[in-house]
């Protein structure tokens, strides 16, 4: 059964601390993504990857890194650069098409960060 | 600057009648658009979506409509259903270098279907 996974759900961490979030997709997918959601707010992209060994900014990147050693794996760390790290976080993944077509982005579980 | 505008926070609606969830949009590059619904504490769930070379997809009782001159969509649930209430999202990809990878999402619509 095909999915993505993010663990854990709930993390709570002491401010000045870094943290390392969880995403793994089983399902063949070249391309991940990163999100943060606020109370009342959309999704915005904090780092995306193309293909392993490979990964680019999004519009809110600082204060996060990301790493891509593996297909399945796209951890994402938010560091004590971050002002505002309490958020909800949403990993996605998708084909990634090089030709002129879309991409439908499948979303994980979240993981709802609490920075004390 | 909001390229995707949700301007209803919220929408209630009686069960069985239609849901009209709206979205503007103003990169007149983006063509292509999609629906999330979301409950909380889960991540977004695809529901449909819509190439700006079409006007209508339909999808069992889910109907996108895409009016391109006036940078505007709409979700058409018909009949509504208790379990349809949550937050719905719209989102627009640009076609960028021959591929496409970025969701620019509006900040959402609660829907609330009451029985």
């Known amino acids: 059964d095909g999915g993505i996974t993010q663990s854990p759900k709930y993390l709570f961490r002491k401010e000045g601390q870094n943290v390392t979030l969880s995403c793994e997709q089983n399902l063949n997918h070249d391309a991940m993504y990163w999100y943060r959601q606020d109370p009342g707010q959309g999704l915005r992209l904090i780092y995306y990857s193309q293909i392993v060994n490979d990964f680019q900014k999004g519009d809110i990147a600082e204060g996060y890194s990301v790493s891509r050693e593996k297909k399945e794996s796209f951890p994402l760390t938010v560091t004590s650069a971050q002002k505002n790290p309490t958020a909800f976080y949403l990993c996605a993944s998708s084909i990634w098409k090089t030709r002129k077509s879309y991409n439908e982005q499948f979303f994980g579980p979240g993981t709802r960060l609490t920075v004390l | 600057d909001q390229q995707v505008k949700q301007n209803s926070p919220s929408l209630s609606v009686q069960e069985g009648r239609i849901s009209i969830l709206n979205c503007d949009y103003t990169n007149s590059m983006f063509d292509y658009f999609l629906w999330y619904k979301k409950y909380p504490a889960e991540g977004p769930t695809f529901l449909i979506s819509i190439s700006s070379i079409k006007d209508k997809n339909e999808d069992g009782r889910f109907t996108v409509f895409l009016n391109k001159s006036a940078k505007h969509l709409s979700l058409h649930i018909v009949p509504s259903q208790p379990g349809d209430s949550a937050v719905y999202f719209c989102?627009?990809?640009?076609?960028?270098?021959?591929?496409?990878?970025?969701?620019?999402f509006g900040k959402g619509t609660l829907l609330t279907v009451n029985p």
């Open positions: 989102a627009a990809s640009a076609n960028s270098g021959g591929s496409n990878y970025k969701l620019t």
